[in-house]
């Protein structure tokens, strides 16, 4: 019993450039801080903590980020001239501001560590703000701003 024969075969392959037409990517990059866009679309995703951008903060009627962040659960502020705000605190922990993915101070039970937060935030104006994140607890914070299981949470802003 005599199996198949072997062959061969040879296969030749003409070189062609092929031209593909010209493709229009639109997106709204104002709605994404462009230090981080992907990052920042990511945590947005996730549904932990609390985003402002675009929009939400380009119609707002107020001077700065400090104001930017009324309304949002868990930040307080006194005073008529909103002076200061802080984090409604169910334990001793530590709340971090970051500036561009760089902290720039914390505040612990109310009382803030070198300069004050809310002094912070009221310095930034409102348009120079592209986005903000606020994270209530470090349950929900990205590792970076010390939290997830250790800290307390917070306030990230990104400015343009």
Do not use: H
Not at 46 to 60: K, P
Not at 69 to 83: C, K, N, R
Request: aromatic share 6%; glycine share 14%.
């Amino acid at each position: 019993a005599a199996g198949p024969l072997p062959a061969e075969l040879e296969v030749r392959l003409a070189r062609a450039v092929v031209v593909l037409p010209a493709l229009l990517a639109e997106g709204r990059a104002a709605d994404l801080p462009s230090r981080d866009p992907e990052g920042f679309a990511e945590r947005r995703a996730l549904g932990f903590g609390y985003f402002l951008a675009g929009e939400a903060i380009r119609v707002r009627t107020v001077p700065s980020a400090l104001q930017l962040l009324e309304g949002i659960p868990g930040i307080e502020f006194s005073g008529p001239g909103i002076v200061s705000a802080r984090m409604r605190l169910l334990q001793p922990c530590v709340l971090r501001l970051f500036l561009n993915g760089s902290a720039l101070g914390s505040v612990s039970g109310g009382r803030s560590s070198g300069s004050s937060i809310p002094s912070l935030l009221a310095s930034i104006p409102k348009e120079s703000v592209e986005a903000i994140e606020v994270y209530p607890s470090g349950a929900g914070a990205p590792a970076w701003t010390g939290g997830v299981g250790g800290g307390c949470g917070a306030i990230v802003v990104w400015t343009k």
